[in-house]
């Protein structure tokens, strides 16, 4: 949603989103594609791999730490609260506050960007046919606590 609105303003080249439009739209359409290929009938337990360029999670980044300095009160970032709020107000159902963004954005962030070794033991178990094996239940477990203490429901 932000990235569409950015785009719309690209022309104004002063600055004033802190970030390139293509940068918002990156990152935008990074989650909009995840949350598409997500099965309806997905699951708890359900594992879902995604390969994911590191150019489109630096994006993902970039927009994330600009949105928290909005919601820290960076009066470098009203422009972006201002926006941000007309969007979540007037595009997004239900309404949701720019903090509810940021939450849910940092919990997108949390589960691609997680650097456990145990991700790369139940990528690998899954691709070979073995994700019922007790080491890869295993750092399947070690996975979903570390998603519970970033606050991600699974």
Do not use: F
Not at 17 to 43: F, I, K, M, N
Not at 77 to 95: F, I, K, Q
Not at 111 to 133: D, N, S
């Amino acid at each position: 949603m932000l990235a569409a609105a950015a785009a719309a303003n690209a022309y104004r080249d002063d600055g004033r989103y802190l970030l390139t439009a293509d940068a918002y739209r990156t990152a935008g359409l990074l989650v909009e594609t995840l949350a598409e290929s997500v099965p309806e009938d997905a699951g708890a337990g359900q594992v879902l791999l995604y390969t994911v360029p590191a150019w489109k999670l630096e994006a993902l980044w970039d927009v994330l730490l600009v949105l928290r300095r909005t919601v820290a009160g960076d009066p470098d970032t009203d422009v972006v609260r201002g926006l941000l709020e007309l969007l979540c107000a007037d595009v997004v159902a239900p309404a949701r506050t720019v903090e509810q963004v940021v939450a849910d954005l940092e919990k997108v962030a949390a589960v691609l960007m997680l650097e456990l070794p145990e991700v790369k033991a139940v990528a690998t178990a899954v691709v070979l046919g073995e994700e019922r094996g007790d080491a890869a239940v295993d750092a399947y477990r070690r996975i979903t606590a570390a998603w519970t203490d970033a606050g991600v429901r699974h």
